[in-house]
């Protein structure tokens, strides 16, 4: 038995790090979960917003390769008009080129019913609607109130329950918005029950600023407890947090000790937001694995894949990648992109 002042070794890691210090609870705490899931935006939330077009052949590689990377989910693309994310365009021929990855969930985002049947006409099994806690971000990415968007988004989730598709209701401004500042916490409750009430199996509350803090966290998490919506309820909660402020990691710890076991990452930290320009990147998969894995936590990827996945991407889209560990790790890696 291994004690939190013991190290443990991470195989797999270059140079046998990051050294194992698993954390207990204590002080009335609860200890962190075992084992997370990982929900890999990279394919989406990331190349959405690249100003060039990635060939479906690369995004293509791009999944599979995070997939053999041991990412049991990986969020593939959006059927989302065109008009609007043409990054995103080529999903009908994305999707059918994913079949053969068995085991691997990938859902999708759908923004309305007619992005459901899109995706249904391919046999997408998990989609994912898109609201927001905010008008003003309402506004400028569906052109409609928060209360509008959600009477949108209805039909969609009990359609796709009823085809027996998993749902995850995605929360835009959890934390702060660029047209409005601070964002209230009660509102941010207020939208999340009206989620779960149409059936939203998972919730992704997003920093999609990267504007939130670690007591910030606390308070939301705190409150949607209170509200009846702990972290591993019915319907499971989860956290996208954006890295603006370097505050991602450490906000992501605060949501472990609430019980949070699915965490939103973009490997090699890419992606923002088309409608928020001050969005930056996404919380880097690598460092959160780095993170994960010197916790003692399950997560089920090769570190040293993932990075190199990141650094192939990186190589095709002409920039380095972003990520800290992928930029650590770069020169030692044990798997070499073949």
Not at 3 to 23: C, H, K, N, Q, R
Not at 50 to 58: F, N
Request: with cysteine; hydrophobic share 40%; net charge negative.
């Amino acid at each position: 038995m291994t004690d939190a002042t013991t190290p443990t070794v991470a195989s797999g890691s270059p140079a046998e790090l990051p050294m194992v210090f698993p954390l207990k609870g204590r002080e009335g705490r609860e200890g962190l979960p075992a084992r997370v899931r990982i929900h890999e935006v990279g394919p989406r939330d990331g190349l959405q917003n690249e100003s060039a077009i990635v060939p479906v052949q690369v995004k293509a590689e791009f999944i599979e390769r995070l997939a053999a990377a041991g990412l049991s989910t990986v969020e593939a693309t959006s059927f989302v008009h065109p008009k609007w994310v043409p990054q995103l365009a080529d999903a009908e021929e994305l999707y059918p080129r994913l079949g053969g990855l068995d085991g691997v969930r990938l859902p999708v985002l759908v923004p309305n019913a007619r992005g459901l049947e899109r995706a249904l006409a391919l046999g997408a099994r998990e989609v994912a609607v898109f609201a927001s806690a905010t008008e003003s971000f309402a506004k400028a990415n569906l052109n409609r109130t928060v209360d509008g968007a959600l009477e949108m988004f209805e039909p969609v989730v009990t359609r796709a329950k009823r085809e027996g598709l998993r749902v995850r209701g995605y929360l835009s401004m959890c934390f702060g918005d660029p047209w409005e500042g601070p964002v209230p916490v009660e509102q941010v409750v207020r939208v999340c029950r009206a989620l779960v009430g149409m059936g939203c199996d998972e919730l992704s509350l997003g920093d999609t600023i990267g504007v939130a803090t670690p007591g910030h966290v606390h308070a939301l998490l705190t409150a949607l407890e209170r509200a009846g919506l702990p972290a591993s309820g019915e319907t499971d909660l989860a956290v996208h947090f954006h890295d603006t402020y370097g505050q991602a990691l450490s906000n992501t710890f605060t949501a472990l000790q609430h019980g949070v076991a699915t965490v939103d990452a973009s490997a090699g930290g890419l992606g923002g937001c088309p409608y928020a320009k001050s969005a930056t990147g996404n919380l880097a998969t690598e460092d959160l694995v780095w993170m994960l894995h010197g916790l003692g936590i399950e997560t089920g990827v090769d570190l040293a894949l993932l990075c190199a996945t990141s650094r192939w991407m990186a190589e095709r889209l002409g920039r380095p990648s972003p990520s800290r560990t992928v930029r650590a790790l770069s020169g030692t890696a044990s798997h070499k992109e073949q």
